[in-house]
């Protein structure tokens, strides 16, 4: 069995991404594979529609990335996000009796109030704590402190019920165990952003194809999270209007699009070609362009919290395939006003340590890649299952014996069983079987040589007469026939 191989799922509107890498005692991450499926058909703005399409895209990328590392998945980490996933600040208030002092189970009373909190329609994400009010002061840890007065904060995530079902119909269908799941963002967050970033007071924007997730920062905690239902396939679509498909408009998107564009700069006499020979005027495509980027950008200005449009020291952060679009740092600048805002930088990378020389695959620098390897990061548990053996009789161990892996049908009544490549029929074998997983492992001795004594035979039972069996069937395979 592999050790200490971390498996990770994003489940994205443009594509499904899966990925496997370990982590080293230095602290570096290696890469081992990577697998991608196109998700346009059954995922769209980051929630799965069809469940069957969506199960059989979480299959093949399951089994892509097990072909690829040679052994079983037990177990793997889902990244979730995308329309409806929005934050609500909630205080939980406890009076107490004079001269009380606040206690662990004080404070976990009002953790366990916040998370019983019913959201009709919606599922509780995650539940963070921003700080705690003890009298009249703010407090992160209020233990040990006097007070009649203790009040919680709490900025608890929501999503859609119906949408959280899907999900996890689509893995039970899959036959995928969840290691853990988590939020998206979140998890990208971790892995982008810096500590001084978060504690500043930063937005983290995540331009993505179908949604473009906001996530405000102050003081290391998450202030607000909200998704819109705009991305930059968006742009794509309003495209098509200018009588192209949406192949070429978004071939034309990728290659000349720009967030913002000077007055001088643009010919009013230039074209664009568009294909069959037929062009678009440059500064029709341009305002198409700029009209829909304008209000992706002005919503997000909206989602940042009034008590905090002037303490973003930290500045904005962008991620996200649409973060490559030109002049869009300068449009972000202008729309949040330098008195606000004076940084905002692009992260096409994470703040992670990718040991780039022990991994077998190398991944894009263009912000695309950043959730999954934030999940990738997040993941503390091994999701390897057994090898997958290449021999004809199972593996070789280290003493040059061989094993061969067994599998018993628990409702099979004839006793049929498998081995490698040789079928036989009879009685089920009395051995232990494994209850998880159905399988028994028989490990056959290595040849005596001939001139050695033959050990005593056991008693001519009907175990003994199937195990006989099956080793002269298989020895029938690999031996010379005299005869020929």
């Known amino acids: ?122 599922e509780i994400l995650d539940a963070i704590t921003e700080e705690y009010k003890v009298g009249a002061l703010f407090q992160d840890d209020p233990i040990g402190i006097q007070a009649e007065h203790l009040e919680g904060n709490f900025l608890n995530v929501l999503w859609r019920r119906s949408f959280y079902r899907n999900i996890n119909k689509s893995l039970d269908n899959a036959g995928i165990k969840v290691a853990e799941m988590y939020l998206a963002p979140l998890a990208m967050a971790d892995s982008v ?56 408009a978004e071939a034309m998107k990728l290659k000349y699009s720009s967030a913002m564009t000077n007055e001088e700069d643009i010919d009013v006499n230039a074209t664009l070609p568009i294909g069959d020979g037929r062009t678009v005027s440059s500064r029709l495509f341009i305002e198409v362009v700029e009209a829909r980027i304008l209000e992706i950008v002005e919503n997000v200005k909206y989602l940042i919290p009034n008590e905090l449009t002037d303490k973003l020291l930290g500045g904005i952060v962008l991620t996200g395939g649409g973060s490559n679009m030109k002049n869009i740092e300068k449009l972000f600048r202008e729309v949040f006003g330098m008195d606000k805002v004076d940084k905002v930088r692009i992260a096409k990378t994470t703040t992670l340590n990718i040991n780039k020389k022990d991994s077998d695959v190398i991944l894009a620098e263009d912000g695309t890649t950043n959730t999954i390897l934030g999940l990738l990061a997040k993941g503390d548990m091994n999701c390897a299952g057994r090898a997958i053996s290449d021999t004809l009789f199972g593996e070789e161990d280290e003493n040059g014996e061989h094993t061969t892996t067994i599998t018993l049908d628990p409702n099979a009544t004839t006793g049929t069983s498998v081995a490698s490549q040789v079928t036989t ?12 997983t159905g399988t028994t492992t028989v490990v056959e001795e290595k040849e005596e040589e001939e001139d050695e004594k033959e050990p005593e035979r056991p008693k001519d039972t009907k175990i003994s007469r199937w195990f006989g069996s099956l080793k002269k069937f298989g020895r029938s395979l690999v031996e010379p026939d005299v005869n020929e």
């Open 1 to 122: 069995m592999a050790k200490d191989l971390i498996v990770a799922i994003e489940l994205g509107s443009s594509k499904m991404t899966g990925i496997a890498g370990r982590k080293n005692p230095d602290g570096s991450i290696s890469i081992l594979a990577v697998a991608k499926e196109d998700s346009t058909q059954y995922i769209r703005k980051g929630v799965a529609y069809n469940i069957e399409r969506t199960a059989q895209g979480l299959s093949n990328i399951v089994n892509k990335l097990k072909n690829t590392l040679k052994t079983e998945i037990a177990q793997v980490y889902v990244g979730i996000g995308g329309q409806s996933i929005h934050s609500v600040k909630n205080p939980v208030i406890k009076e107490l009796p004079q001269d009380t002092i606040v206690s662990q189970e004080m404070v976990n009373e009002l953790m366990d109030t916040n998370r019983s909190m019913v959201y009709p329609d919606y």
């Open 193 to 248: 952003l810096t500590e001084a970033e978060k504690r500043a007071g930063c937005v983290l924007v995540d331009l993505g194809a179908e949604t473009t997730t906001v996530s405000v920062y102050y003081r290391d905690k998450l202030r607000n999270i909200a998704v819109l239902p705009l991305g930059s396939s968006n742009i794509t679509k309003d495209l098509e209007s200018l009588q192209m498909d949406e192949a070429n």
């Open 425 to 436: 029929t009879g009685p089920a074998p009395a051995a232990t079987q494994t209850a998880t």
